[in-house]
């Protein structure tokens, strides 16, 4: 029989309602006894009792800590998690888990488990199953779907099919024959070393959204409250406004101060790519690094582990051009 150790943090899956709202009161040894009767040898440890707006740099270091200790005492890890920030999770964890040598699957539920229609116990029992099968790496599971960590996004609020996987096809989905692995698996960077525990990371990074009429000279104001790397939504492929307002001369004026600036896109779907057109390629010739295909989850974390590893300008992008844990595809 597989063993698999659960680690519970919190979030919806184990809320219970108070007058002040949800709160995440349900340990974990309540949440598996609410499962019912698993074929695996379940062990549990609660770790952390948090909605998942709660989950911090601090709370990702403390999930990826107790996944290294127990990585070999069990076949797999479960961890519990809150859906809103599940997908930032998945994403820092496979940086901070390189080759990670077991199966470490995160999941949830929209509606709490002491709710009768709740999608708790299938996403339970969804993630044990990848657990107990998936080959090693971090993995989000979730209504009938097991994603790449490093690929997944919260794309619903209160939908069941709430998470998808962006630009890769799930790594397996559930079928009456029960867990179907992609056989294209191309997308699943095979490990290539021993499993390495690196949490030191720099959060001071930001997340700016553009939008016409965004004042550039805010870039520098952040960069003055202490911001060390931006990473920017820009328009459709990677472009960014150069008239008037403009974006393109900022961020190459970041670059020379020794700020990266990532350039993704807006759009969920397909890869940014700024040789394209003129909006894009001059921001590319200023500096600015390409997301390529990668989530604003994955942008977001990579930048942190990056610039925690005290990488300069020049070696972010380098980072950037590589394929760490399947987070990108390049071309
Ligand atoms: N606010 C909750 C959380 O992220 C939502 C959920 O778990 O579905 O913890």
Request: glycine share 8%; with cysteine; aromatic share 8%.
């Amino acid at each position: 029989m597989k063993k698999i150790l659960l680690l519970s943090t919190g979030g919806t899956i184990a809320s219970v309602a108070s007058n002040a709202g949800l709160v995440p009161k349900e340990t974990g040894e309540e949440l598996i006894k609410m499962l019912g009767k698993l074929p695996y040898e379940i062990q549990v440890r609660d770790i952390l009792q948090l909605d998942s707006s709660n989950i911090q740099p601090e709370e990702w270091k403390l999930i990826a800590q107790n996944i290294y200790k127990y990585r070999n005492d069990y076949d797999g890890i479960v961890v519990s998690h809150g859906t809103d920030t599940m997908a930032y999770t998945a994403s820092m964890l496979s940086f901070m888990l390189k080759n990670i040598n077991i199966p470490v699957v995160l999941t949830g539920s929209q509606v709490p488990i002491n709710v009768v229609l709740s999608d708790a116990h299938d996403n339970l029992r969804l993630a044990f199953a990848a657990a107990a099968s998936c080959p090693p790496d971090i993995y989000l599971a979730f209504h009938n779907k097991v994603m790449l960590g490093c690929r997944s996004v919260k794309v619903r609020t209160t939908n069941f099919d709430a998470f998808e996987s962006v630009n890769v096809p799930p790594v397996a989905t559930v079928s009456s024959d029960g867990l179907v692995f992609n056989k294209d698996d191309d997308f699943q960077k095979k490990h290539d070393g021993n499993p390495v525990l690196n949490t030191k990371i720099d959060a001071h990074v930001s997340l700016v959204k553009l939008f016409p009429g965004f004042d550039p000279n805010l870039l520098f104001a952040m960069v003055d409250s202490g911001c060390r790397g931006i990473v920017i939504e820009a328009y459709g492929l990677g472009g960014m406004n150069f008239i008037r307002r403009n974006m393109v001369a900022a961020i190459g004026k970041l670059i020379r101060q020794g700020i990266p600036v990532v350039a993704s896109s807006q759009c969920l779907y397909e890869r940014s790519d700024l040789t394209k057109y003129e909006v894009g390629r001059e921001a590319l010739l200023e500096g600015a690094i390409s997301a390529c295909d990668m989530t604003s989850e994955s942008a977001i974390t990579k930048l942190m582990w990056a610039l925690g590893q005290g990488m300069n300008v020049n070696e972010i992008a380098k980072f950037f051009g590589t394929n760490v844990t399947g987070e990108v595809s390049l071309k």
